[in-house]
């Protein structure tokens, strides 16, 4: 490793035998006070020694020092693997995560700026003539204080109607008209009470009168009747007056008590599910969707009640409480402490405000839902929260701050990183983006390749050093080593023609997709790209083929949603040429760990069926199952086939030790006898995918999705490694492998957004490469991305802005990338002119 020497002990972090991960026993100094750039490619380790080392030991070293209660409220990282580390600050992690599932959380809330905007309507809002003070928590719609109480604060509210619970009104009730009811049985036996009641269930539902409609559909009575089976009508109230013996006493319950019911008390997500399905969800009567008491809605400031401000872009949000930072708004009342309280609060608000506007959010709504903001969105919103609150002093470690921002945003964040290093804090950063790296004070640079073939430390020192470099992937890319890009300008063999689209801040929007080509979708945060392409053109395509909507809140709580947003608008012409729709994102590919890339890929299951093939598995009757770690035969019951037991250490952060019984093997004894070629079934899911490729070289079947794997440059994750230890990018990577792995079928649109997220340039290419396969293959590619090197590799660019928010939507440039790259008032045009023309000409 080549490193420059560290100018006396003070200003650096040292190192001593890290082994986090794949680290191999890394000894490196850091410099202090300093923008650190931890570089390398997708794999080698960056992550393992900035968070996994040296955030984790800054959180242990933090944690050792409160109290023992307090600990055990703390998520902690666990104790890293590491011999030694000196000079460490605190630490401060900006990860990019997701935003909490709920629409309780929103921009306003991770920002804490809806505190403030409380207070001022608590303190120095216009209040109705004799209304009471209401203190800053009745403004929230999540305390009882403020939430409407007809949603609950929800803003929405949900019922069941006859239009959602009886879809085709020409249907009889015997031929199920009542969809809500439930299935099988069940279903039958609200039919025979229907009978029993005196109703023709033979009858056309909309041949029925209103008032039996509403009483089967809507009542709360539940009577207790006779049931036959079976029987007419006719029959039926023959048995009755009979007085015949009934089969049993049936219990009515109506279409709507039944949803409700089983919404409200079922354990089961599939239940929930479908009963949700029938609820139909509208704006709150009470609060017109504002989610609050009509008592805080009652009060104003700059005209405007709570909801309302809320609702308003920050930047307007800004314009509408300068005049209140200057002291202007003035008050006639005789109130001046009320004028001052407006002042104070306001210039605080402006200046929050300010920070993110700086770094490019100025777009976005208080109450917009932390669900629907991008990872690279909510990690910027944190880092504004960071910057406004000056701590001094700390080690902020992030992680590819840079994710999901188009070039002309990176400037800003460039700023706000230099404004938190001259605050007098440590700011290390894992980070692809070349303008980033540039940037840095000191690059780390880990390497040479992923997993098994990387955790070493290649260089470390200031940026001009790594020229020197030749085992560093990254030094190829910073020191112009990379010729220009040149488009493929493939011809597009049809035009998706949309029309009309309308979804978010996309009004009315005419735009034309080339078919049979690569196109990349440009433009600023939040200019509109992912509303185009992920959420319209996706959900045109599938409703079209008939194909299911990915369910992108599995998690969620129906009623948590928010609001379901339709997208306006039709594809015209253009359909005729799709035969399917592949969209592959970047969502984990299990929740669990025993979700793992061979299960996800399927590749396991010809590994199971090579073990159960094996003589010594034919003499025992072992089948395929058996070499499965999630079925009792063949897993260890000691672990239950996780590998780990979870020791629970109370004041500590729990720890996962190895079984004991099959220490981390995940099978019984009987099960790991059987081998194949020297190699049981857990040495095998311990193999890279690169070495298993070799192990499998002669067998076809599992050697093709082997080689894609790698080819999308994932040969260093291990077989078995579970799907929760899986990035964003790489299970996006295992994805696209699973899909080129099929057998090729031509016609189809792959969408994908932000496929260079989490991946070093020299990884991108090889990304591309896969991308341009598919194209070739007869197929249409179509990318959502900020990496001007794929729009420049391009056959078509479609320049979405000009801003982003209300300033956006609307298509600035289409065509070829060298036309784009001309465009007049693109702020995407002179990025990529640089990466198509690196040397100025």
Known sequence: MSQASPSGPAGFVRVRGAREHNLKDVDVDIPRDALVVFTGVSGSGKSSLAFGTLFAEAQRRYLDSISPYARRLIDQAGVPEVDAIEGLPPAVALQQQRGAPSTRSSVGSVTTISNSLRMLYSRAGDYPK???????????????????????????????????????????????????????????????????????????????????????????????????????????????????????????????????????????????????????????????????????????????????????????????????????????????????????????????????????????????????????????????????????????????????????????????????????????????????????????????????????????GPPAGLEQVQASATRRYLFGGQQAVHSRARQSSAWLQLRGITRNNVDGLDVDIPLGVFTTVTGVSGSGKSSLVSQALVELLADHLGQARADDEDALDPLERGEEVPTGGHIVAGLEHVRRLVRVDQKAIGRTPRSNLATYTGLFDHVRKRFAETPQARRRRFDAGRFSFNVAKGRCETCQGEGAVNVELLFMPSVYAPCPTCHGARYNAKTLEVELRGHNIAQVLRMTVAQAAEFFAQDATIARPLQVLIEVGLGYLRLGQPATELSGGEAQRIKLATELQRAQRRDTVYVLDEPSTGLHPADVDTLMTQLHGLVEAGNTVVVVEHDMRVAASSDWVIDMGPGAGDQGGTVIAAGLPAQVAKAKGSRTAPFLHEVLHPSGD
């Open 130 to 460: 004799g209304q009471e003070i209401i203190y800053a928590d009745g403004f929230s719609p999540n305390t009882p204080a403020g939430a409407c109480p007809t949603c609950h604060g929800l803003g929405r509210v949900y019922e069941a109607t006859e239009a959602s619970m009886v879809p085709d009104r020409s249907l009889t009730i015997r031929e199920r008209a009542v969809a809500a009811w439930p299935g099988a049985w069940h279903g039958q036996n609200q039919r025979d009470i229907l009978t029993t009641l005196g109703i023709d269930v033979d009858v056309p539902w909309s041949k029925l009168p209103k008032k039996t409609r509403d009483w089967i559909l809507f009542t709360d009575e539940q009577p207790v009747v006779p049931v036959y089976p079976g029987f007419s009508l006719a029959q039926t109230q023959a048995a009755l007056k009979r007085k015949t013996e009934p089969s049993y006493m049936g219990t009515f319950t109506s279409a709507r008590r039944h949803v409700l019911h089983t919404f409200a008390t079922t354990q089961s997500a599939q239940q929930k599910k479908r009963a949700s399905q029938y609820l139909v969800s509208t704006l709150c009567p009470s609060c017109d969707g504002k989610r609050l008491r009509r008592e805080a809605l009652s009060v104003t400031f700059a005209g405007l009640d709570i909801g309302a401000l809320s609702q308003l872009p920050l930047s307007e949000v800004a314009a509408r409480l300068t005049p209140a930072a200057q002291g202007k708004a003035h008050r006639g009342d005789g109130h001046p402490e009320q004028a001052i309280a407006a002042q104070r609060i306001a210039q605080d608000l402006l200046a929050r405000i300010a920070i993110l506007q700086d770094l490019g959010l100025g777009y976005l709504t208080l109450e917009r839902g932390t669900p629907t903001l991008s990872p690279g969105e909510l990690q910027r919103l944190r880092l504004a929260t960071q910057i406004r609150s000056q701590l001094f002093g700390v080690v902020y470690v992030m992680d590819e701050p840079s994710a999901g921002l188009h070039p002309a945003d990176a400037q800003a964040l460039l700023r706000a990183l230099d404004q938190l290093k001259g605050a007098g804090n440590s700011i290390f950063v894992v980070e692809h983006e070349i303008d980033v790296i540039r940037h840095a004070d000191w690059i780390v640079d880990v390497g040479p390749a992923a997993g098994e073939q990387g955790g070493q430390v290649l260089y470390s």
